[in-house]
């Protein structure tokens, strides 16, 4: 690949993740706000291979991407991060140090072993149906034992906490992902597939990176050099720069970066494996016939969680049955992440272009309604033109689907991603009562500099969303 090549898929790779990652923790945060940065980074690397045939299924890596940025979702942070940024001196620098580092490794490693397995298993030379099928049946109960035997006991009463522990009195589910990586590199070991674990380490190391590169800003910019002054001068010090979002954007920068790089300077492999597909006419799909009708029923049972919303909101309003109403929520909560991510994700490995087509676009605009509606909107005065333009515009995207016979094109999926999630949020600020509460807030002094930041961040993220239209609307239509 040639060094304008190369520069030029880095440096739109670098922007897309910063803004994924960006709006990540703006919006949606968790497992689900993690599917963008993903998201973007499958399909930028699914674009740029020269192949014709992955490019008319891009759905598939794209939707890789999301889903396996979606475990890392699971990770708490935020006490870790305190360590080092709380106070001046630091609390603790070296645990917060190893622990963003860790967390960060496993949340990129994970994610970009998906994206190597993602191009591997579409040439059906490496790996065989049974594979994934034992990989997805046996990682709820692994996650469980790793997160036990790293992760337990954590009783903060009682004072007894894990031996290695990153946290103040959160749950750590880092020993989860770890077991979730040393089986993927197991299954890619035993499948002699270097190209994916090459791809996994790129991704570990960029990850960590980025996490520790991050976290030294945060801590650079939230409080006050030695001398008194600010490192970003009078914005800083008036409170119009947040030194939170200015972590997100640089590790979502770094991550996205050192992962591109893996996937140019290693192209020549790339070129392999897609001489493979180009050779067997298409990708490999062992389901057949039954890929799309199990897409379908996939895609009703990642549905089906969503009723976990109406349940709390029944609990809350109806006191006699309340611990009926959260049992029920409770067992939807504990099917998400399978049915969000596990069975889905089995069938796009599996060649599922339906599925990575619902997963890409629907599913993408999905996770907006369910946090904009339902934890937002519903209680507003507006409600029923939220209900209109998120839940019936969900179900109107979905009929897209199902009459579109080539799906959403890149081009509108690019749009979605890069307006869907601003434009929610700029109207979720600027509502009457969000003006209000801003009002409110300017008179309170510890919440006066988030008051400030919050445009900055906005406008940011507007220039970045300029910049990816524009670049997208030259690459993608």
Known sequence: MSFASTAGIVALTTLAVSYGWGMRGCKLGGEKGAMLPGAFLGLILAWFTGSEIIRENFWIITAVGALGMFYGGTETYGQTLGFIVNKKPCENYA???AGVLIKGALWFGICAAFLGIGFTAMTGAYYKWYDFVIFFAVLAPLRLLGIRIFN??????????PKIYFSVDRQEEWGGLLFMLIALIVM????KDTYSLMFCGAGAFSGAVGWAIGINLFKITCHPLNNGKSLLGSLQKKGYIGSWKIMEFTLGAVGGMGIALYYCLNFAKLKELTAIIQANGGI???LGKWAEPASWLAAALLLTTSFQYLFNSKAKKNKLKAKKYEMTSKVLEILEQPFY???PLLLILFGGVNMAQIITFFVMYWVIAEKDYFERFAETKARRL???VLIIGSAAILTGQILLKNGYSAWDTWLLYCVSYELTELCWMFRPEGIAEIKERRKSAPNYLRVL???MVHAYFVLQIAVLIIAGSLLFR
């Open 95 to 97: 645990k917060g140090m």
């Open 152 to 161: 337990k006991p954590l009783k903060p009463a009682e004072k007894k906490f």
């Open 188 to 191: 890619m070991a035993v499948r």
């Open 284 to 286: 490999w799909n062992p």
């Open 341 to 343: 991510s596990y069975i």
């Open 386 to 388: 939220w209900f209109a």
């Open 453 to 455: 930041s919050e445009p």
